[in-house]
């Protein structure tokens, strides 16, 4: 063995803890800085916060570089020893801190190939099992599909477990393998349960696949399907009748009847129960089944289920790292699934028109106050985001009222992504220096938005142009609530998968945005805020942003996205924030590619806009902003 070569694995393990110390010790700064009482002490924090993270991010990338990369990307040839460490860490690390799942899954897949290579078939699945319960997370992107697959082809092995059976000496390492197969198909089946629209089919399907195990009693331990079978009917059975109810109209009519019976015969004794003898989850299917087939009224269904879902226990523990997967009884699982269906209640009862909209605001308050008390950094927090992104997928639409749309959206950055709602703020102030000039001097700019041909017309709806732009850039970046923590919290570059992801958040603003009725019209502006003015660079790919009535306001929300990003001090973790003047430099040489010319010249022209940017930017208006805003909002 050569000096040295001992050192390695060692250095990988060390690599690993390391980490996870600097991410905790930027998570103690924010935490200080949140409870701050004086703006001396949270400037103070904030500094130490902004030069730890430039510090670790060198060391850290620097380790990545040297330690983590070449072996991923088949560079260095990785020695068994240095193929433990890795799994190690990316095994050990996944439990303590699920937030970094891609990177995790990029080291599982390069030991899969490996040990595949060596014939190691054990550990090959092994890592093949870790790589494809990754599945959940990064679904989203390339890797994603990848672990997706995996866990699809993992699941196969439940139609062959005779054949496992064999491969294995012993039936402990057996069970370990049976074991990860059913964990798998848990997975696969939340995961289901987790999309916008899930696929009931699938979702059946699943449960079927999972119930396979039966055929196997001959192989498996005594009582051991009886016990799969009963976590089997905990965990998934009562889901599937669960979101069965939930999506009634997406049952085959043929299966309707089938399952209206099912219910009938089953569940609807919970009703009759006293509160306290109730299955939460049974109770509130029948519910939703009686409301969604038209077995009772509406406000007999929000009477019964309202009041109900209130009271269901909080058991979520949030500073634990493992997976919520929506078995539980709990207020979380309430809050994110029966939420729409009550508002759908609200809205086919027989209160007035103002009795309704008084309702809903009542429900969206309890739900905000929920919201509230999910700790900022709790440690499943993807796993969180994903959930609330969804809810507000599923409840923006009942949101008549745009200024309360926009609240609402405001309380979930809050407590998910205070950096983005501040960045919001920002861009939305910039937005406004810009156009009130512009309107004045430059109306003709504005007739495509508008529809009109006279500047007259344009200027006399100045205020509600003002308004609409203010709008849109406060909503421009909600999508990226569902990716959290990729954005702002790493303490190292982020990989071209993470990337992949954050590059969908324009599309994932303009989904939800596209469920309101008012907020709709942001849609085209949050779709095209990334891309380039020439339309031949940034993403969405495919989005044409030049065809867009409201080219104009995207271009100039563009520029003060940007503006926003390059200057700021603050909010961005590793890079220090440039001068205006600086910025602003590099915006002319990028003019007609990257952004807007005639606004561009518009701002280079006018000193006292210019002036007024380069305030609204600099490092004390910043300061100052910042901190009325974590005092308001902590
Ligand atoms: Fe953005
Ligand atoms: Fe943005």
Request: hydrophobic share 35%; glycine share 4%.
């Amino acid at each position: 063995m050569k000096k040295g070569d001992k050192g390695v694995p060692q250095a990988i393990a060390e690599f690993y803890k390391d980490y996870l110390v600097r991410m905790n010790a930027i998570d103690v700064e924010e935490q200080e800085l949140l409870s701050s009482n004086t703006k001396k002490g949270w400037t103070q924090h904030l500094v130490r916060k902004s030069s730890l993270i430039r510090e670790y991010h060198a060391e850290v990338d620097k380790g990545i570089h040297a330690m983590i990369l070449p072996y991923i990307s088949g560079e260095k040839e990785t020695s068994d020893e240095e193929a433990e460490a890795l799994k190690e860490g990316a095994l050990r690390y996944f439990q303590d801190s699920l937030f970094d799942e891609v990177m995790e899954s990029s080291v599982l897949r390069m030991l899969t190939g490996r040990y595949a290579k060596k014939g190691d078939r054990f550990e090959e699945r092994k890592c093949r099992f870790a790589f494809a319960n990754n599945a959940y997370l990064s679904a989203e992107g390339p890797l994603g599909e990848q672990s997706m697959a995996e866990a699809e082809r993992v699941m196969e092995g439940m139609n062959r477990l005779r054949e496992i059976r064999k491969e294995h000496a012993d039936e402990e390492t057996f069970l370990q393998d049976v074991r990860f197969i059913i964990e798998t198909g848990y997975r696969l089946f939340d995961r289901e349960c987790r999309q916008l629209e899930p696929d009931l089919t699938k979702l059946v399907r699943r449960y079927n696949a999972l119930s396979n195990i039966e055929q196997y009693r001959d192989i498996l331990p005594k009582d051991y399907c009886d016990e799969c079978m009963r976590e089997l009917r905990d965990k998934v059975g009562i889901n599937v009748m669960f979101m069965q109810a939930l999506h009634w109209d997406k049952v085959p009519k043929k299966r309707q009847a089938a399952l209206a019976e099912v219910f009938e015969r089953e569940l609807s004794k919970e009703i009759d129960l006293p509160e306290s003898e109730r299955n939460p989850k049974l109770f509130m299917t029948y519910v939703l089944f009686a409301f969604y087939s038209g077995r009772f009224s509406a406000d007999e269904c929000f009477n019964l289920l309202y009041p109900y879902t209130k009271t269901l226990p909080e058991k979520v523990d949030f500073s634990r790292t493992s997976w919520y997967d929506f078995s539980g009884n709990d207020r979380f699982f309430a809050i994110c699934l029966t939420t729409r269906p009550l508002l759908q209640m609200v809205m086919k009862s027989r209160l007035p028109k103002d009795g309704k909209q008084r309702k809903v605001a009542e429900i969206l308050y309890d739900v905000k106050k929920y919201i509230e008390t999910i700790p900022r950094e709790c440690a499943c927090r993807e796993n969180m985001d994903y959930c609330l992104y969804h809810l507000l997928y599923d409840v923006i639409e009942f949101i008549d009222d745009e200024a309360m749309a926009i609240e609402f959206i405001d309380t979930l950055m809050m407590n998910r992504q205070l950096a983005t709602l501040i960045h919001t703020i920002m861009t939305a102030k910039l937005t406004q220096a810009i156009l009130d000039p512009l309107v004045d001097e430059r109306p003709e700019l504005f007739y495509r938005v508008l529809g009109v041909s006279s500047s007259e017309e344009v200027r006399s709806n100045k205020e509600d142009l003002a308004l609409f732009m203010y709008n849109a850039a406060r909503c421009h970046d909600i999508g990226k609530i569902r990716i959290a923590t990729i954005i702002n919290t790493q303490i190292r570059s982020i990989s071209d998968t993470e990337f992949s992801l954050i590059r969908k958040h324009s599309e994932w603003s303009a989904l939800i945005l596209s469920k309101n009725k008012k907020l709709s019209a942001y849609c085209e502006i949050a779709l095209g805020h990334h891309k380039s003015y020439d339309g031949k660079k940034g993403y969405p790919d495919e989005y044409d942003n030049r065809a867009s009535k409201y080219r104009i306001l995207t271009d100039i929300l563009t520029i003060c996205d940007s503006m926003d990003a390059a200057t700021d001090a603050y909010g961005r973790n590793y890079t220090r924030g440039k001068t205006f003047e600086k910025v602003f430099a590099e915006f002319e040489s990028l003019k007609g590619l990257q952004y807007n010319p005639e606004v561009i010249d518009f701002i280079r022209t006018h000193d006292e806009l210019f002036a007024q940017l380069k305030e609204i930017t600099s490092k004390e208006a910043r300061g100052d902003f910042y901190y009325h805003i974590y005092r308001k909002y902590r």
